[in-house]
C-alpha cells in the first residue's frame, strides 16, 4: 500500500513536469510540503490521539456504570432502605429524592444540592441494627468482589462508598450483642452509618443521572422503586 502511494505521487509529479516542463517550482512546492510534513503528523497525532483516549475514557465510564449498577441492583438499593431507617430527619430528604420520570438535569442538581445540605441524625435503633448487620454480612463476599475489580480506580467517590461500607460490616461483624452497646460505641456506630449513608446517597442520585440519560427503560424502573418512597411497587398501575 504504501509503495503503491509512493508511486502515484512520483506519477503525478511526472504528469506535471511533462505539462509545465518546470522543474524547479516542482521542487520548491515538494520542499514547502516536506517542511510542513512534521506540522501536519503532529496535528492529526494530537487529534488522533485526543479521539482515542476519549473513546477508551468512555468505554472505561461504561464499564464502570456496568459496575456500579450491579452494586445497586444487589444491595446498593436495599442498603439505602436500611441506612434511611436510622435517619431521623429523612423525611426532609425524601421530599427532595423523590424522582420524576422526566426529571432532566436541573432536577438532578436540586436534589444534589439538598442532599449535601442534609442534616443527617442518626438514631439508636438495636432491632434495625442487628438487621443491618445480617444484611451486610450476607453481601460482604459480593463487597470483596467489587474491591478487587481494578475499574473502580476510575471512580475515587464509589470506591470510597464501597470502604465505608465494608468498614461498617466489619464494625458489627465484631459485635454479637447490639442492644447492649455502651453509648460511646453506639456512637462510634453511628458516625459509621452516617459516613457510608452520606456517600450512597451521593452515588445513588449519580447512578440515576445517568440511567435517566442513557438507559430511560431502567430509570423508569428505578423511578418505581425508589428506596426513599414507602410506597414504592415495580408495579405499572394506570
Not at 58 to 83: P, Y
Amino acid at each position: 500500500m504504501a509503495g503503491l502511494l509512493v508511486l502515484l505521487s512520483a506519477s503525478l509529479y511526472l504528469i506535471h513536469y511533462a505539462i509545465f516542463r518546470d522543474s524547479q517550482h516542482i521542487f520548491i512546492y515538494l520542499l514547502g510540503d516536506i517542511a510542513f510534513l512534521p506540522i501536519e503528523v503532529l496535528f492529526v497525532t494530537l487529534i488522533i490521539d485526543r479521539v482515542l483516549t476519549e473513546r477508551e475514557r468512555r468505554s472505561r465510564m461504561e464499564k464502570l456504570n456496568l459496575v456500579i449498577g450491579a452494586f445497586f441492583s444487589e444491595m446498593g438499593s436495599q442498603l439505602l432502605t436500611h441506612l434511611a431507617s436510622f435517619d431521623l430527619n429523612c423525611d426532609q430528604l425524601r421530599d427532595c429524592m423523590n424522582l420524576g420520570p422526566e426529571w432532566k438535569l436541573e432536577e438532578f442538581e436540586i436534589a444534589r444540592k439538598k442532599a449535601a445540605a442534609h442534616d443527617c441524625m442518626i438514631g439508636r435503633n438495636d432491632d434495625d441494627l442487628d438487621d443491618l448487620r445480617g444484611f451486610l454480612l450476607s453481601r460482604r463476599s459480593f463487597m470483596l468482589t467489587l474491591l478487587e475489580n481494578p475499574s473502580l480506580l476510575e471512580h475515587e467517590t464509589f470506591t470510597d462508598l464501597l470502604w465505608a461500607v465494608f468498614h461498617l460490616t466489619e464494625e458489627l461483624k465484631y459485635r454479637t450483642m447490639l442492644d447492649k452497646l455502651p453509648e460511646m460505641d453506639h456512637q462510634h456506630l453511628c458516625s459509621d452509618i452516617a459516613r457510608a449513608y452520606g456517600l450512597l446517597v451521593r452515588e445513588w442520585l449519580a447512578y440515576m443521572k445517568h440511567l435517566e440519560n442513557d438507559y430511560p427503560y431502567l430509570y423508569s424502573l428505578a423511578v418505581r422503586t425508589n428506596p426513599f418512597n414507602p410506597k414504592s411497587s415495580a408495579v405499572i398501575e394506570s
